[in-house]
């Protein structure tokens, strides 16, 4: 990677396994058509913040414990069976609704939640006191999802459908801490049309189950025909990841920093209309066949690959242009410094600060303005639209990014997150790892790590420390596990910005206050 100081060698980055787990689409009957009961999650959260999702959870040793020790219950679910103990107790904690041992559901008493909550034990416990009930419940898998592999928890998923038909059980939240901070119910089509519409972030396993259930909504006449013609094939495989309105991401193999393993190669403009490509940073066969299948899709829908876009010259972001000719022709745009690092033979277009293009669908326009934040890498360049920023390597939820002492410049890395902050954008759309739904918050995070350690670095200074070496102990004392090389580095980065700004000197190799 062109940003990790010389002689670093490059962690091997190692893919983690997804755990079983499950997640439960309630619905019920409101009037003559049927709501499903969506959560969303808290903004504190390290995985998934800020998302509207179904509740649910990974399998524990408990429900491992409780399906060995009562092989008679649940027998119906095959392989299934264990998600389902899963799913039964997770609907205690979370939402406080469980069957009721007639076919129907009830709400959980305070003092059984309070343990099953605290003791995730106690759930077997209840059900064989009579307190909690398995007899009687139904439930069906819906579709089945495995977390991509740049997430910062990975679950292979089970989600069900559970019809509480015309049952009153509401949702509450658990007497402890939530993952949630609202409950909704949700008409499947509102719940669609509002992501759409840029009001609220999704999932994109739910972005796909929800088209999946509209369309079948539409061809059976309501959501219990709907959610059974799925449960007869339940949906597996690969799937569409749309990060936002207009916005799919393709996973692409990478050599880049763990514990990201992959570089997002993000797909603008709808399906059917007119299509941008950016950072299609294929370098070998696994790549290749990834992109090949996504631009088999492009084609099929009747879209135009308008232009293939770099954010910056990183090799973990450039793709070879000569393998990416083989699957589609069109313009490279980008800006001057990344445009003389991959010297397109094919048009091409410089990008600078200000520069907009629009992309025409099926449904209207979408309009793209490109903004500069070189700190991290000169010459990069973000993307700005109406569904969220896509933008590069700026920041991310999984590792962290390095603003290297060669060629960033922290100042301007720092100022950048500042202007990405003041724009306010509902997403934004990282080079590496999942969506952040949550902007402001994760940017000053950012923010405040970057001037919280560019202050360390001139108190080290101040108080006496003029080498590198005496530096970066002074500045990395209270984070003792960052690696040395890369602690130096980001040490040299914030210095070279501080003798920049006038508040210090260098000379000799030593750096003094001025």
Known sequence: MDELPEGFSLPQSIES???????????????????????????????????????????SRVDRKAAEQRPEWLTDYGSNRLQVFTLLREMVEEVGISPDGNGGFAEVGQETREMVCEDKSAWLEAVESGKLHTSGFRCQVITERTTPPQSPARFHNLFFHVDMGESGAEPTFPPFRSEFDEFRWWLPEDLISSWERNELHLPPPIVTLMRDIVEKIADSGDLISACNILASKPPSGPHRFEYGPGVECVLIPTETLPPATHTNC?????????????????????????????????????????CTIFTHKHRDHLGDLEMISKLYQAPVWASSETLAEVSPNEPFRELREGD?????GPNGISEWKVLETPGHCPGQICLVGDPGIVSADNCTMVGTILVPSGDGDMGDYIDGLERLRKLQPHTLFPGHGPLIPNPERILTDYINH??????????????GNY???KIVEYAY????????SLAQDQTLSHLKSLVKSGRLSHSNGLYKPL
Do not use: C
């Open 266 to 306: 993000f797909i603008l403009g709808e399906r059917g209309g007119q299509r941008a490509v950016i950072d299609p940073a294929i370098s070998e066969n696994e790549g290749f066949l990834e992109l090949s299948s996504k631009v088999d899709e492009i084609k099929a829908d009747g879209s135009e690959i308008v």
């Open 17 to 59: 396994e997804p755990r079983k787990s499950a997640s439960v689409m309630l619905s019920r009957v409101s009037g003559s058509r049927h709501e499903i009961l969506m959560a969303h999650r808290i903004s504190e959260l390290p995985a998934f913040p800020e998302l509207w999702s179904f509740p649910g959870g990974g399998v």
């Open 477 to 484: 004392s209270d984070t003792p596990e960052a690696h040395p």
């Open 356 to 360: 907009s293009f629009e992309l025409v």
């Open 450 to 463: 970057r001037r919280e350690r560019h202050s360390r670095v001139l108190e080290a200074v101040r108080s």
């Open 467 to 469: 080498s590198i070496s």
